[in-house]
């Protein structure tokens, strides 16, 4: 009898372990920083692993400043390999990982409303449909000169594909502004280029450097997890009855 009590518990904790899981993915990107181990921890890897999938991320502009509440900068996601994708997580954080600025959300895409500073600064997508590379977003910079800008951008291909961490090769600067960044003369990356790539391989690399050891831990929405806990009660109920 115990065994058999054990054995419903297991596949009621499966399907809230599912249920979790598929949130992560489906819905939004489950976590606000572009922190590999924690994209990576999240339960079955939905996002898969972090790798070079030749995502890129460019701009209209040919530098790297802001106009404090000034014009709208756009990014287009693009793909030298792959030309689809089915999640993203893009921001623009501080010095001290507050996410700034704010998109103007597309069709098919959300603001993830919970995570560090404005409440519209961080943009995810809303389903896991296929997106083809092209895509492109308005980020509209702070009202006030919030000092060094780095932007981030989470791309995932699909659980097999996995997933690309990039972030901007310097950080964006409001003209005129006391910080000055250092001229990045490694990169290869075209003068229109935002983005490079995070090593696959560095975990606490330049990506997490931003913000130290502060990663968010998943953030699901429980209103979410309850409707689809809900729909999942019957079958619970009805495993109980079997092995109870």
Same mark, same amino acid.
């Given at each position: 009898?115990?065994?058999?009590?054990?054995?419903?518990?297991?596949?009621? *904790?499966?399907?809230?372990?599912?249920?979790?899981?598929?949130?992560?993915?489906?819905?939004?990107?489950?976590?606000? $920083?572009?922190?590999?181990?924690? @994209?990576?921890?999240?339960?079955?890897?939905?996002?898969?692993?972090?790798?070079?999938?030749?995502?890129?991320?460019?701009?209209?502009?040919?530098?790297?400043?802001?106009?404090?509440?000034?014009? *709208?900068?756009?990014?287009?996601?693009?793909?030298?390999?792959?030309?689809?994708?089915?999640?993203?997580?893009?921001?623009?954080?501080?010095?001290?990982? $507050?996410?700034?600025? #704010?998109?103007?959300?597309?069709?098919?895409?959300?603001?993830?409303?919970?995570?560090?500073?404005?409440?519209?600064?961080?943009?995810?997508?809303?389903?896991?449909?296929?997106?083809?590379?092209?895509?492109?977003? #308005?980020? $509209?910079?702070? *009202?006030?000169? /919030?000092?060094?800008?780095?932007?981030? /951008?989470?791309? /995932? *291909?699909?659980?097999?594909?996995?997933?690309? @961490? @990039?972030?901007?090769? #310097?950080?964006?600067?409001?003209?005129?502004?006391?910080?000055?960044?250092?001229?990045?003369?490694?990169?290869?990356?075209?003068?229109?280029?935002?983005? +490079?790539?995070?090593?696959?391989? +560095?975990?606490?690399?330049?990506?997490?450097?931003?913000?130290?050891? +502060?990663?968010?831990?998943?953030?699901?929405?429980?209103?979410?997890?309850?409707?689809?806990?809900?729909?999942?009660?019957?079958?619970?109920?009805?495993?109980?009855?079997?092995?109870?």
């Amino acid at each position: 009898m115990r065994s058999i009590f054990y054995t419903g518990i297991l596949h009621i *904790a499966t399907i809230l372990a599912f249920l979790a899981v598929a949130y992560a993915f489906s819905t939004g990107a489950g976590t606000c $920083n572009a922190d590999q181990a924690t @994209i990576e921890a999240v339960n079955s890897s939905p996002m898969g692993k972090n790798s070079n999938l030749g995502y890129s991320v460019t701009m209209a502009q040919d530098n790297h400043s802001y106009v404090p509440g000034g014009p *709208a900068i756009q990014f287009t996601v693009a793909g030298s390999t792959i030309q689809t994708f089915k999640g993203i997580l893009f921001y623009g954080a501080d010095s001290n990982n $507050n996410h700034v600025g #704010q998109w103007t959300v597309p069709s098919g895409y959300k603001l993830m409303a919970n995570c560090q500073g404005d409440p519209q600064a961080t943009l995810t997508h809303s389903s896991a449909s296929v997106k083809s590379v092209g895509a492109t977003f #308005q980020w $509209n910079p702070p *009202a006030t000169d /919030c000092g060094p800008i780095t932007i981030y /951008c989470v791309i /995932c *291909a699909s659980t097999q594909q996995g997933f690309q @961490i @990039i972030q901007s090769s #310097q950080p964006f600067v409001v003209d005129g502004s006391s910080y000055v960044p250092n001229k990045d003369t490694s990169s290869s990356v075209s003068k229109n280029a935002v983005t +490079n790539t995070t090593s696959p391989s +560095n975990s606490t690399g330049a990506t997490n450097s931003a913000y130290g050891n +502060n990663a968010d831990s998943l953030r699901i929405s429980k209103s979410t997890f309850l409707i689809q806990f809900t729909l999942f009660v019957p079958l619970i109920v009805s495993l109980l009855i079997k092995y109870l």
